[in-house]
């Protein structure tokens, strides 16, 4: 597992989970997933290794984690499950908690995609969670120095949670395809942002680009996002009833 996963899986022991489980259902699922891309996806062994084409078969491999994901009942959380407290602990999101938050989604997304030979990432994205994915699994992470503009290598983000829920909401089963999805869907598929598309968005909320939020995000700081995370849950869940009566 990443650095990531491994630290914030390890949030779940203050709630009756356990690390080494979040680390099973991740193999388990990946290995299911790893099925569904074969009968989806070419033959990984034809497909280019750089280049444009290369890119548009990691975005057509992400976008189909997403679609696998979304079959098995992964999908952001509607406002009224939002604060419920388990879709923080992650051994809950393999369960009773497949609809969950951007942070857990996404990880769950990373985890998989990452196993399967994408380089996947979470990113730090102010308001909302972003993966971030390198096409050259070989090829350096960004170093500190290099800027959006500047960096070199093929990458793209992806909003997993949108992407989850369209998704999910979308699958109209047919008797020849069980995981097909209405037309609408295929016309409107939610697109990766690529380098332009997340300047362009970063410009519009008024974040310098020169900040880390489109880089991969340190363990470190993921946890800390975590576990603020769970601090408003707990104090929304001691407010509403009062709020409520």
Known sequence: ??????????????????????????????????????????????????????????????????????????????????????????????????????????????????????????CNFPMRILAFVMVDTSAPLPRPDETLAS????????????????????HGPTPTDAFARQQSWLDQRPAVLDRDDLTNWIGRIGVPPSDDFWRPASPDVMVQRAARNILNSVQMAQIRPRNLQ
């Open 1 to 122: 597992p990443s650095d990531t996963e491994a630290a914030v899986s390890l949030l779940t022991m203050f709630r009756g989970g356990d690390a080494a489980y979040v680390e099973a259902q991740l193999d388990e699922l990946a290995a299911a997933c790893d099925l569904y891309l074969q009968e989806r996806l070419p033959d990984p062994s034809t497909l280019a290794t750089s280049g444009p084409d290369a890119v548009a078969a990691a975005k057509d491999m992400a976008l189909a984690i997403c679609d696998f994901l979304a079959d098995h009942g992964f999908r952001g959380a509607r406002d009224n499950l939002f604060t419920d407290l388990d879709n923080h602990f992650l051994h809950h999101c393999f369960t009773t908690n497949r609809e969950t938050l951007p942070l857990s989604l996404t990880l769950i997304f990373c985890g998989v995609a990452t196993r399967l030979g994408l380089r996947a990432s979470l």
């Open 151 to 170: 960096v070199q290598h093929d990458m793209f983000w992806l909003d997993v949670t949108e992407h989850t829920t369209v998704a999910y909401n979308a």
